[in-house]
């Protein structure tokens, strides 16, 4: 609303003039001070760069933050503030020391062939690559005449192909890759490809999963899982580089990742799409639920309809991809349904007591959910413009 609508006196408006000037004088030095700052972390990022240390520092990271809310107190600022503040220049930290390039952890690889490079995925590992000075070749679907050629005096040869044809494509593509070359996929799943990896090279083995897709920016707290081949000591390297990306690594049986997935992915990207199938087949109107939602909404939908935005191709592999996926599937139709019935009843008393039941099973991650998702919905909440 325009602030000439408020009765306002000629002596407010001019009150409220002066005090916004200097507000504009101070949020400009906060500019400067932003840019002093972009400048030293461009520093560290170089110093980094050539000690081949990670770009993502959590020690440096808490301690930094320890102190400067523990200083916002003694000043009346909420800590909460600083911190905030914090982590969002921190997020930039990490998007400007990628610039000044990465370590390049193994100096005579040879060259890195990237199948599937021409997918998201590819070019962002090949970005990664080129950035920490390795040698990356592309080989996409219609480069298999070349391949001999590419793959001879290759260290790496990572695919990154559909989950539908990796099997297949490890199986007859590259039974011919240098003895000592480092075999290593990146696919959603984790038991089939390392099979057929294993199957079909007799050196090294690694299977990657990294948990983001490739719009993420830097690879700065993301996780990769990390399913063991054969020969671990031949790929540390490549581990170790992925840690200077800033990425964090967890290593997994490829079972008991896979088993995971039924629920992290198959079936939550399930869920995803049915919500939005349901909402096209309602023709719910998007304009008046965007205009009603709640910040928890607002952040729902966006979610929802993130997924439609992406491949189809992608997430039918991802839900597709193991047949065990289906019963955790089945079984959340069982319990949607089975639920159904205790409303339709009229039941009211059985649904709290069945929600006490999920409170209890959740334990303390349901307040820290709640925590965490306060953070999430304020700043959902101030992405608003009007
Ligand atoms: C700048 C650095 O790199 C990263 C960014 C930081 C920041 O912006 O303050 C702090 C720690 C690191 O995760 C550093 O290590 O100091």
Excluded at 69 to 84: F, K, N, S, V
Excluded at 99 to 127: M, R, T
Excluded at 342 to 363: A, K, P, Y
Aim: negative net charge; charged residues 25%.
């Amino acid at each position: 609303m325009p602030d000439g609508r408020f009765d306002m006196n000629e002596k407010t408006t001019a009150e409220l003039e002066k005090l916004r000037d200097l507000i504009d004088g101070v949020d400009q030095q906060l500019l400067l001070l932003l840019r002093k700052r972009l400048d030293l972390v461009a520093q560290v990022g170089a110093v980094k760069h050539s000690a081949g240390l990670p770009i993502y520092a959590p020690e440096r990271e808490a301690a930094m933050l320890a102190k400067r809310r523990a200083e916002a107190e003694t000043m009346g600022i909420q800590p909460q503030l600083i911190e905030d503040v914090l982590r969002r220049l921190m997020r930039e930290s990490y998007l400007n020391e990628k610039d000044v390039g990465f370590k390049q952890v193994k100096e005579d690889l040879g060259k890195i062939v990237i199948v599937g490079g021409k997918g998201q995925l590819g070019q962002l590992f090949a970005q990664m690559f080129s950035l920490s000075g390795y040698e990356v070749h592309l080989l996409d679907k219609d480069d298999w005449q070349r391949a001999a050629a590419m793959f001879e005096g290759a260290g790496l040869v990572l695919v990154t192909v559909p989950i539908a044809v990796t099997c297949e494509l490890i199986r007859d593509k590259l039974t011919q890759l240098p003895t000592d070359c480092i075999l290593a996929d990146l696919t959603s799943i984790k038991t089939a490809p390392m099979a057929a990896m294993l199957e079909t090279h007799q050196g090294p083995v690694v299977g990657l999963h990294p948990m983001f897709g490739p719009d993420v920016g830097s690879f700065a707290k993301q996780v990769v899982v990390v399913c063991h081949g054969r020969q671990a000591q031949a790929y540390d390297w490549l581990l170790e580089q992925i840690k200077i990306w800033g990425a964090r690594l967890v290593e997994a049986e490829a079972i008991k990742h896979d088993k995971a997935m039924q629920l992290v992915q198959a079936m939550r990207h399930f869920s995803t799409f049915v919500y939005g199938l349901n909402l096209c087949r309602e023709q719910a109107d998007m304009q008046s639920l965007l205009q009603f939602s709640s910040p928890i909404y607002r952040l729902e939908l966006a979610m929802v309809g993130r997924l439609f935005a992406q491949s189809p191709e992608l997430y039918a592999d991802i839900i597709f991809a193991q047949k065990d996926s289906l019963k955790a599937i089945s079984d959340y139709l069982a319990n949607y349904a089975e639920a159904l019935t205790v409303l339709e009843s009229g039941n009211r008393d059985e649904f709290i007591r069945r929600f006490r039941e999920v409170t209890q099973w959740f334990g303390d991650l349901a307040p820290q959910f709640q925590h965490e998702s306060r953070a999430m919905l304020q700043s959902v909440n101030d992405m608003k413009s009007h």
